[in-house]
């Protein structure tokens, strides 16, 4: 009897390994768009970040979601993101 594996992948910001459906991804389109995937299947380069602003603060701090998508990121991004965290995740 097989048991089915979970995917696992790692925090940009505390760089734990956590189960794929409990983390939030962070999507830079084809556009080179960055958005929050919810879903974790649309097209494009994904980061994964755990849903509490400590990690977000230490992602931003390292520049974990500069180097995981390849790109400088701009103000207003961090920004929206910052917003979006704070809806979705814990304080």
């Known amino acids: ?7 696992q992948r790692q925090c940009i910001g ?8 409990e983390m939030i991804r ?6 080179e768009q960055i958005e929050l995937d919810a879903t974790g299947r649309k097209n494009g ?6 849903p509490s602003m400590d990690c977000y603060r230490k992602a931003v ?3 974990g979601l500069e ?13 929206m993101l910052e917003r979006e ?3 979705i995740g814990e304080p």
């Open 45 to 50: 380069r994904g980061a994964y970040l755990c």
């Open 14 to 21: 505390c760089g734990e390994m956590k189960n794929k459906k």
């Open 85 to 87: 965290m704070e809806r």
């Open 1 to 7: 009897m097989s048991t089915k594996k979970i995917p």
């Open 67 to 79: 180097r995981s998508l390849k790109m400088a990121i701009p103000k207003d991004v961090y920004e």
């Open 26 to 31: 962070i999507l830079k389109t084809t556009e």
């Open 61 to 63: 701090k390292s520049r």
